[in-house]
């Protein structure tokens, strides 16, 4: 007896789609900061490592830092890019 499995789309196709959703959020931010009504999708809260951690060994500099920009157009365009992926996969 077989059991029928769902098919599920690889996990990079939806870290594409998620990168695509906040990249859409991003540009929608951008084109509402002029409009004073809708100014609070474009507030940022910035999130990581300020300044880069380095690591010095004479020989090699190791260093690391990574920051995300978020804010509440980024959220619903991810959000968003998720819901569309869902209804299609």
């Known amino acids: 007896m077989r059991v029928?499995?769902?098919s599920r789309s690889p996990w990079w196709i939806l870290a594409i789609v998620v990168f695509l959703g906040a990249l859409l959020g991003s540009v929608i931010a951008e084109a509402l900061v002029g409009y004073p009504?809708?100014?609070?999708?474009s507030r940022d809260l910035f999130y990581g490592?300020?300044?880069?951690?380095t690591l010095n060994?004479?020989?090699l500099t190791f260093t690391i830092g990574a920051t995300?920009?978020?804010n509440l157009a980024i959220i619903l365009g991810i959000?968003?890019?998720v819901?569309?992926?869902?209804?299609l996969s």
Do not use: K
Request: overall charge positive; glycine content about 0%; proline content about 7%.
């Open 4 to 6: 029928a499995r769902r």
């Open 37 to 41: 009504v809708l100014s609070f999708l």
């Open 49 to 53: 490592i300020d300044p880069p951690f």
């Open 57 to 59: 060994a004479r020989v």
């Open 68 to 70: 995300i920009r978020l």
């Open 79 to 81: 959000i968003l890019a």
């Open 83 to 87: 819901w569309l992926f869902r209804q």
